[in-house]
C-alpha cells in the first residue's frame, strides 16, 4: 500500500517561498509519479505539478498552470523516497489547500487519476 506523508507549507507573506516535502513509502513500481494538486473552498482540484519517476529515465517534470510557471518547481532529494515543491514569488491566489499525490505511470493533469493522496497541507498567502 502506497503510503505519502506531507511537510512543510504554512504561512507567507507575498512574494515568499515555501517548500513543501513529501514522502512516499510502499510501492514497488520500476515508475511512479509523484505531484501536487491544491484546492480552495468550492473549487475544483487543481493539477500543479508532477514528477515522473523511473528506473530506466532521468526524472520527468511538468508544471501545469500558467499562473505558477517560473515561480514553482517540483524536484527529487537527494532521498529518492521524497519530491519537492519548490514555491516562490507565492500571491495569495495560491492560498489553498496543497496535497501530494501519486500513481503508477505518467503524470496526467486529471486528479481522478491518481490512487494515492496525502493528507493535505494548508499554505497561506497574506498581502
Known amino acids: 500500500q502506497v503510503h505519502l506523508v506531507e511537510s512543510g507549507g504554512g504561512s507567507a507573506q507575498t512574494g515568499g517561498s515555501l517548500t513543501l516535502s513529501c514522502v512516499v513509502s510502499?510501492?514497488?513500481?520500476?515508475?511512479?509519479?509523484m505531484g501536487w494538486f491544491r484546492q480552495t473552498p468550492g473549487k475544483e482540484r487543481e493539477g500543479v505539478a508532477g514528477?515522473?519517476?523511473?528506473?530506466?529515465?532521468?526524472?520527468?517534470?511538468?508544471v501545469w498552470p500558467d499562473s505558477v510557471k517560473g515561480r514553482f518547481t517540483i524536484s527529487q532529494a537527494d532521498a529518492k523516497d521524497t519530491v519537492l515543491l519548490q514555491m516562490n514569488n507565492l500571491q495569495p491566489e495560491d492560498t489553498a489547500i496543497y496535497y501530494c499525490v501519486a500513481r503508477q505511470g505518467g503524470c496526467v493533469r486529471g486528479p481522478e487519476s491518481y490512487d494515492y493522496w496525502g493528507q493535505g497541507s494548508q499554505v497561506t498567502v497574506s498581502s
Open positions: 514528477i515522473f519517476i523511473s528506473d530506466l529515465l532521468d526524472p520527468i517534470k511538468r
Open positions: 510502499g510501492y514497488t513500481y520500476h515508475h511512479i509519479c
